[in-house]
């Protein structure tokens, strides 16, 4: 028992014999927090330092090149101060994959996942800016995109079998892309009923918060969404992704999850792959092998369907390599 107090009083004893000195933390706290706060205004880019990155990077890209910005949060930034260099069809990628080189404006030694792999080049300094100039060691080579190819292809919605043409609007408004605004919809759509019920090129926000330029191909229950392409040069790989607005996929304030969107593709009349969205996957990448149709020309086709009824803000996008 004696043992026991001892013990027991130890804690309390020291708590006894130190705790008058804690007022002395109050102010080694503050110091802290002055230091921290010095550290991370001292990191925060200035004006200048935007200009000159900008100015630089200007001079030094070549077309092809890609300007972007690391890590990820500085997205809205860079595209603030970079702008002009940066289109959107860059800013709403799929990937970086297609490109040989990317310009990217660094901030306190942040990395991007599009350029994982990549070399670095050479670097320049600007303040608080770090613009690296990496290199793609094998950029892929597209043989055919087709987002680019829209306008060459025919879309139909599948009823129970029978194949109904969606006809080709042109000059429709442009609206969405707001907040609580959905998809941002070209003027261009193939109409194959409602408003939504469409095939076009779009931009949506992913479930990652980054643009991507896609096809939009929202399905009706059960009823496919089938956009044909002809005269397609055929590689190795047909190579792309899929994913569903932000909005929708994100799920509703009770728990609502999306039906799982599928899409499958055909070179010819043959199924080279097939691949389902589930919500939570976010832009999901797929690649079908058609090392069997190699060096010849012939039709392929995108077929989305989902099982039942529910927000499914989807879209495609794909390549032939």
């Known amino acids: 028992m004696t043992d026991d107090k001892k013990e027991s009083g130890a804690p309390r004893g020291a708590l006894a014999k130190y705790g008058k000195y804690a007022f002395a933390l109050v102010p080694l706290v503050a110091l802290w927090e ?3 706060h010095a550290m991370i205004v001292r990191s925060v880019p200035k004006e200048a330092d935007w200009r ?3 100015d630089w990077i200007a001079r030094e890209k070549r077309a092809g090149d890609l300007v972007a910005s690391a890590p990820l949060w500085t997205d809205p930034l860079a595209r603030w101060q ?3 260099l940066i289109p959107i069809r860059d800013a709403a990628r799929a990937d970086a994959t297609t490109y040989p080189r990317a310009f990217v404006a660094t901030i306190r030694n942040g990395e991007h996942p599009d350029f994982r792999g990549w070399s670095v080049e050479r670097s320049q300094r600007f303040g608080a800016i770090d613009v690296r100039v990496l290199r793609n060691p094998s950029p892929a080579r597209p043989l055919y995109d087709f987002y680019d ?4 292809a025919q879309v139909f919605r599948v009823e129970q079998g029978n194949l109904r043409p969606c006809p080709l609007a042109q000059g429709l408004p442009v609206s ?3 907040l609580h605004q959905g998809p941002l919809a070209g003027p261009d759509r193939f109409q194959c ?3 939504w019920n469409h095939v076009s090129r779009i931009y949506i926000e992913d479930l990652g918060h980054r643009g991507r330029r896609c096809i939009w191909s929202h399905p009706v229950v059960d009823v496919p969404m089938r956009t044909v392409f002809s005269n397609v ?3 190795e790989t047909i190579y ?3 994913g569903i607005a932000y909005q929708a996929e994100r799920g509703g304030d009770r728990g609502e999850v999306g039906a799982p969107v599928t899409i499958v593709v055909r070179v010819g009349d043959r199924e080279v792959g097939r691949d389902v969205h589930q919500d939570g996957e976010g832009w999901k990448n797929f690649r079908f092998d058609t090392r069997a149709f190699r060096g010849t020309t012939q039709q392929v086709t995108f077929e989305a369907t989902m099982p039942a009824a529910r927000a499914a803000h989807y879209c495609f996008t794909g390549d032939v390599r």
């Open 34 to 36: 002055l230091v921290a």
């Open 52 to 54: 000159a990155a900008h």
């Open 82 to 84: 970079l702008g002009d």
């Open 149 to 152: 190819r829209l306008h060459e």
């Open 176 to 178: 969405g892309g707001g």
């Open 193 to 195: 009923g409602e408003g």
């Open 233 to 235: 040069p055929i590689g």
């Open 240 to 242: 792309g992704y899929h």
